[in-house]
């Protein structure tokens, strides 16, 4: 089972509607999740984080948490052709790593 | 505040041949790492320095070696380049203080291997 999981996608949404990431993790000790938004032919940009169940808005971007049921998700509102990119769903055991899930595509089409 | 670079850009080798992979961050970060990305494998850590003065390995540590020359620099080094090191290679920082253990990544280097 891997580490940490998300389907690949692509996730093809039409313009102004709600994106919908999910991720799943194995290791319950998991303390902090994150997602990392990344263009193709760039790096990584960590767009969210959350550390304790429930959810965290910031701005279009939701992030929600459920340790009990290891699953993290990430809500894009109205979505914009901009958004289309990968995002990657990144995990922190109790450790100084993070462990990275194989990302999703978004593609947003007008 | 430039944040994380790596230099270079962009590199061709022959196999065989060696090359050092550059980084330093400016964020005052106690923690360094080095990626590779492969299609369809995401990211892989290769070797991680938690603090000035430690390295240790991470998920794909074969044919690499890494120095941390001090807090702001942490480099990767190919000895005798082979064509599955063909990559995408990235280096990030973290504070790692408290709960904190959000990446920040460099740009990256595109190496090709032939």
């Known amino acids: 089972q891997k580490e940490v999981e998300q389907n690949s996608g692509p996730l093809s949404v039409p313009e102004g509607a709600i994106a919908s990431l999910n991720c799943t993790y194995s290791?319950?000790?998991?303390?902090?999740f994150f997602w990392y938004r990344q263009y193709s032919g760039k790096s990584p940009e960590l767009i969210m984080s959350?550390?304790?169940?429930g959810d965290k808005e910031d701005g279009r971007f939701t992030a929600q948490l459920n340790k009990a049921s290891q699953y993290v998700s990430l809500l894009i509102r109205d979505s914009q052709p901009s958004d289309s990119a990968t995002y990657l769903c990144?995990?922190?055991?109790?450790?100084?790593?993070?462990?990275f899930g194989a990302g999703t595509r978004l593609a947003v089409h007008p | 505040n430039a944040g994380v670079t790596q230099t270079p850009k962009f590199q061709v080798l022959k196999t065989g041949q060696s090359m050092t992979l550059q980084c330093a961050q400016d964020?005052?970060?106690?923690?360094m790492y080095w990626y590779r990305q492969d299609p369809g494998m995401g990211l892989r850590l290769i070797y991680y320095?938690?603090?000035?003065?430690?390295?240790d390995k991470g998920e794909v540590p074969n044919g690499y070696n890494v120095s941390r020359l001090n807090k702001r620099e942490f480099s990767l080094r190919l000895e005798s380049a082979a064509p599955s090191q063909t990559s995408v290679y990235f280096c990030?920082?973290?504070?790692?203080?408290?709960?904190?253990?959000?990446?920040?990544f460099g740009p990256g280097t595109r190496l090709t291997v032939t």
């Open positions: 990030a920082s973290s504070e790692n203080k408290g709960a904190t253990y959000e990446q920040y």
């Open positions: 290791d319950r000790g998991s303390q902090s």
């Open positions: 959350i550390y304790s169940n």
């Open positions: 990144a995990v922190n055991p109790p450790s100084y790593k993070l462990i």
């Open positions: 964020m005052n970060h106690n923690s």
């Open positions: 320095s938690a603090s000035e003065g430690t390295t």
